[in-house]
């Protein structure tokens, strides 16, 4: 069964502590990774798709990486205004739909 | 830029009472996504459609129902709303590099 894990649950970070969000898979056929932003009440912002292992991706303090069995979000200097939960999802096989990891809350104080 | 709007952004309804939540997109997509959102559960496929009137069942399809009669609109049904049906729901429309999301419908059902 494919799975998507991420961690930590929770960070919490002060201004400028540059730090990483962790997503875990195991999937037959990956087609493509995917991270989302969603801010509280609101729906998931689309932020990148990464589709092969060593593909990188970047905008403004947010850089994406890809492995064969995982991903990382960096966060490079984050401002409070990138509090938010982050959620990691893949697709895979011949299917359409995005299987979701349960996100990372972050929050970044002043 | 593309938009994903869903018809209300907060309903409460009683239990028993059938409930429509509908979904429009406006950039000719084919395929479109009914997720629920729910603390520690994350988000889980409800239903998808990939044209006009096509749909498939997702991971929790049980209780609802959805229709697809134009390209731009699919409606999620919830044929008697119960309790446990209180949850965040999210529609998505498919693009090539990942999902857009709607705003999201917060339904209480009381």
């Known amino acids: 069964e494919d799975q998507v894990t991420q961690s930590p649950e929770a960070l919490r970070l002060q201004e400028g502590e540059s730090s990483s969000l962790n997503c875990s898979y195991t999937?037959?056929?990956?087609?493509?990774l995917f991270w989302y932003r969603q801010d509280p009440g609101k729906g998931p912002e689309f932020l990148f798709t990464?589709?092969?292992a060593g593909e990188e991706k970047e905008k403004e303090r947010l850089k994406a990486t890809l492995t064969k069995k995982e991903s990382f979000l960096h966060i490079t200097a984050p401002k409070p205004e990138d509090s938010a939960t982050y959620l990691c999802?893949?697709?895979?096989?011949?299917?359409?739909?995005?299987?979701f990891g349960k996100g990372t809350s972050l929050l970044v104080t002043p | 830029d593309v938009k994903v709007t869903q018809s209300s952004r907060y309903l409460v309804k009683r239990t028993g009472e059938k409930v429509f939540l509908e979904c429009v997109q406006d950039?000719?997509?084919?395929?479109m996504f009914w997720y629920r959102q729910d603390p520690g559960l994350g988000l889980r496929l409800i239903y998808f459609?990939?044209?006009?009137?096509?749909?498939e069942k997702g991971d929790i399809p049980e209780g609802y129902s959805v229709s697809r009669e134009k390209k731009e609109r699919f409606s999620l049904i919830l044929e008697s709303a119960s309790t446990n049906q209180t949850s965040m729901y999210l529609c998505?429309?498919?693009?090539?590099?990942?999902?857009?999301f709607g705003p999201g419908t917060r339904l209480t059902v009381l």
């Open positions: 990464l589709y092969s």
């Open positions: 459609s990939y044209d006009v009137k096509m749909k």
């Open positions: 998505a429309s498919r693009i090539r590099d990942g999902q857009f």
């Open positions: 999937v037959s056929g990956l087609r493509g």
């Open positions: 950039m000719d997509h084919e395929n």
């Open positions: 999802a893949v697709q895979a096989g011949s299917g359409y739909a995005l299987n």
